[in-house]
């Protein structure tokens, strides 16, 4: 069942330089979100702003009956979110696209973050653990400013980072984290699969990583959007059946679905 | 309560309020969203013979108050359309409307015949206006000549509400419009996109994978109106006015123009209930204005 409703704010915290982090809340309990979801959010009072914004469900507070959403501030719509207040409400039509692939016991699970695109990750990492599963994150970011909610991050399993600037973690893309490298642990028995979202060039970068590896590797894509219900057709990805709505049949997709050249 | 129903050429309709090809799917995507027992009419996706990948993606880009769109006409074809989604849709509790498109006259009218049999469509709309596939669509709809073929190849076929689409492209829209009428056309659905460009300055390059793409909006709709009142006089079928519809006063501007039923398209992307809510709207404001039906203020301009 999908909702378009007025939501209320409850929290606005600004993370870093850049960012701003919404907690939403509603009267009724917020439905079942399965992590990857996302929402579309009419922006208020920005003339430039027309049509609805893509975001990623970051985080459900399922005891508070909380939706946290992480924003980066990149133009006019995203900006003026980060105008909003407590106490605000904001019109949201959600929960919308397919998500992650559920997890199962015992299974290894490492969740690829770049940039904004950590921010579904972290919902991923509390229902991945819930099952049982065991997630681990790799996050990057352009420097330590841009990797936010660490310590969110780390409850739900063990963090590595990188950085380009080498400000923390591994110096370069989160492809050259010592986790993905020949000494490491983790990699060795090839026993785990990839939850990847971020830019597309890194996540293609991680794709190829995976399909050379033989890994099972799923990335969210962030084509630009515009019903968010499967109806306009304008958000189309090529695929192996053809053009598909990347809001309705994603933003999650095996990259065996793609038509990446990787 | 003002009476809102109206009656399109034998389509008889609870309110004005359709909602535009295109712009919401085959409705089931909204059904979770707005009641679409209340809509007066869904105009579902446009449909062609064969399948249609459409064009690459980027096919939208977003504009001042309004938006580029170069879809190209996707969709799995009309065999399809029969075979799966109109299962789905046939006991939707509307006027459930399929969008015709095609690139000949024969094409045009072939699949006309196959939604001809579908018992629970009770009318087309003839797509002559797309700007966004190279053949057919829109170089059907900008002459006379071409307009003329199509609708009288898809009117010897077609028995039931012929609806056809005029686009705003053209020199005098009015001249189609006469032209699609004596072809036997039952009314005519106005406008289609304008088209129109975007380009990424930094870039150096076009926003739409195909260069050009159709505008629609808010934009658009003092173009809309003027089409709308231009054509109303001209013709003596009934005129169905869209192009920026937001709100219910917006859908009264058309319905001054001339207009006897609206179409809702872009606005769904904003508020997924809007066809709703706008025809609550027009109602209230008719009371709020003491008329009785919509043909107190229909064309009064
Ligand atoms: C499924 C999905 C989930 C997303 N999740 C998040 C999230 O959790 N947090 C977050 O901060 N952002 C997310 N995004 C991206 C976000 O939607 C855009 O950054 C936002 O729409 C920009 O709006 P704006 O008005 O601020 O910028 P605009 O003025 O519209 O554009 C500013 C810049 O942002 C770029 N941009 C615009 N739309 C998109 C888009 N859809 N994807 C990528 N870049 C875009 C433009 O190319 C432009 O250069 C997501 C996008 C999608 C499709
Ligand atoms: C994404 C998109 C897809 C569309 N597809 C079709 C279509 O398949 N057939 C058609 O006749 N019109 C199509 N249109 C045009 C709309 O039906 C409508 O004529 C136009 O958008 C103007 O109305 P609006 O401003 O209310 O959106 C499409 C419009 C958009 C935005
Ligand atoms: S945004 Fe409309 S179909 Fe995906």
């Not at chain 1, 409850?10 to 009267?27: A, H, I, N």
């Not at chain 1, 890194?202 to 399909?211: E, G, L, Q, R």
């Not at chain 2, 969709?75 to 789905?88: A, E, T």
Request: charged content about 20%; aromatic content about 6%; glycine content about 10%.
């Amino acid at each position: 069942m999908k909702y378009c409703k007025d939501l209320k704010i409850v929290g606005v915290e600004y993370p870093s330089d850049g960012y701003v982090l919404l907690k939403l809340t509603d009267k009724e309990q917020l439905p079942a979100i399965n992590a990857g979801q996302f929402v579309e959010i009419k922006v208020e009072g920005s003339p430039s702003t027309f049509l609805r914004r893509p975001i990623s469900i970051h985080f459900v507070d399922v005891e508070n009956n909380q939706m946290w959403l992480l924003i980066q501030l990149v133009g006019e719509g995203t900006r003026k979110l980060a105008q909003l207040h407590e106490g605000d409400s904001l019109n949201v039509l959600f929960p919308l696209g397919n998500g992650f692939t559920k997890g199962t016991e015992g299974e290894k699970v490492l969740l690829v973050g770049g940039g904004v695109g950590i921010a579904p990750l972290l919902d991923y990492g509390r229902q991945l653990k819930e099952c049982g599963a065991c997630p681990t994150f790799l996050l990057g970011g352009r420097s330590s400013r841009n990797l936010l909610q660490l310590d969110e991050f780390k409850k739900y399993g063990e963090v590595f980072v990188t950085t380009e600037d080498g400000s923390m973690g591994d110096k370069g893309f989160v492809t050259n984290s010592s986790l993905l490298g020949e000494s490491s642990q983790y990699v060795k028995n090839k026993d785990f699969r990839i939850s990847c979202c971020g830019p597309k060039p890194m996540m293609m970068a991680v794709a190829k990583y995976a399909k050379q590896n033989e890994i099972p590797c799923e990335v969210s894509l962030e084509n630009m959007m515009a019903c968010g219900l499967g109806a306009c057709l304008c958000c189309v990805e090529k695929t192996v059946k053809g053009n598909v709505c990347v809001c309705k049949e994603g933003p999650v997709f095996n990259i065996n679905e793609l038509t990446w050249q990787i | 309560m003002a009476d809102i129903k109206v009656n399109i050429a034998g389509l008889q309709m609870q309110n004005p309020v359709m909602t535009a090809s295109g712009t919401f799917g085959y409705g089931i995507e909204f059904a979770d969203l707005v009641d679409l027992s209340k809509i007066g009419g869904i105009i579902m996706k446009g449909t062609t013979l064969q399948p249609r990948e459409g064009n690459d993606y980027p096919r939208m880009a977003e504009t001042a108050s309004g938006m580029l769109n170069c879809v190209g006409l996707q969709n799995k074809g009309v065999d399809y359309f029969c075979s799966h989604i109109y299962p789905q849709v046939k006991d939707i509790k509307t006027n459930m409307i399929v969008n015709v498109s095609g690139n000949s006259p024969e094409t045009y009218a072939e699949c006309a015949a196959r939604i001809n049999e579908l018992d629970a469509i009770p009318a087309i709309e003839l797509n002559i206006s797309c700007p966004n596939v190279k053949q057919g669509g829109m170089a059907f709809g900008v002459t006379c000549e071409g307009a003329s073929q199509v609708v009288r190849a898809v009117r010897e076929v077609y028995k039931k509400t012929l609806i056809v689409k005029l686009s705003p492209n053209v020199t005098s829209i009015a001249d189609i419009a006469r032209a699609v009428e004596d072809s036997g056309a039952d009314a005519v659905s106005l406008i289609n996109t304008l088209m129109g460009m975007s380009i990424d300055i930094e870039r150096r390059k076009s926003r739409l994978s195909i260069g050009t793409g159709g505008l629609s909006g808010p934009a658009v709709k003092p173009v809309a109106v003027r089409c709308v009142w231009q054509v109303a006089k001209a013709v003596g079928i009934p005129v169905i006015g869209l192009g920026g519809i937001m709100t219910a006063e917006d859908a009264i501007e058309f319905i001054m123009a001339g207009a006897s039923a609206i179409e809702i398209g872009t606005a769904n992307f904003i508020d997924p209930a809007i066809s709703v809510k706008v025809a609550d709207g027009i109602n209230q404001w008719l009371d709020r204005h003491g008329c009785s039906s919509l043909a107190d203020i229909r064309g009064v301009i």
